[in-house]
């Protein structure tokens, strides 16, 4: 459970913080991010330090662990998309978490909820600056990161998988 905060939540300050330092995006964008990246990380703590607890509900927290950093990557992916297009990268950190406790069909499942909320706010935000929705380079450049979100993620439990059945056979 911790691994997020090891390793993505780092990564998501640094996408943020070049975000802020390359881009100077606006002030309240700057702070509600912050914000936001604070109240996920507390979150992620707290559940994962009181996964094993509540044993009996351990699989149903690490769902919904999944879903709020899914949630996180989204509303960091609506605020600071317009400033540092490697924001997308956020979409990885639900499904690639999930890949390390769940089946691989949830995982496909998690990947796709991803890269489908990284097209649909990617479409919000075309909408919203008045281009009138995407044009086919946006479309193209949207699936293809969509489309390596899911095979990273499959990869990612394809791996996981992996290093389990070694362990097991080394026993």
Not at 101 to 115: D, E, G, H, I, P
Not at 120 to 128: D, E, F, G, M
Request: charge should be positive; glycine fraction near 4%; hydrophobic fraction near 60%.
């Amino acid at each position: 459970m911790h691994i997020l905060n090891y390793y993505f939540t780092p990564f998501a300050v640094i996408l943020i913080l070049f975000a802020i330092f390359f881009s100077e995006p606006e002030r309240k964008v700057t702070y509600v991010s912050f914000a936001i990246l604070g109240a996920a990380f507390i979150a992620n703590f707290w559940l994962g330090r009181n996964v094993y607890r509540f044993m009996r509900w351990s699989r149903h927290i690490r769902a919904v662990t999944v879903w709020i950093n899914l949630a996180v990557s989204c509303a960091l992916f609506y605020l600071l998309s317009p400033y540092w297009a490697p924001m997308w990268l956020l979409f990885l950190t639900a499904p690639s978490a999930s890949a390390m406790y769940m089946k691989k069909w949830q995982v496909f499942l998690t990947a796709l909820a991803s890269a489908a909320s990284m097209i649909l706010l990617y479409y919000v935000r075309s909408r919203a600056y008045g281009e009138g929705g995407m044009g086919a380079q946006l479309w193209g450049m949207a699936l293809s990161q969509a489309v390596f979100i899911i095979f990273f993620s499959m990869f990612t439990a394809a791996m996981a998988e992996m290093i389990i059945k070694v362990r097991d056979s080394n026993r």
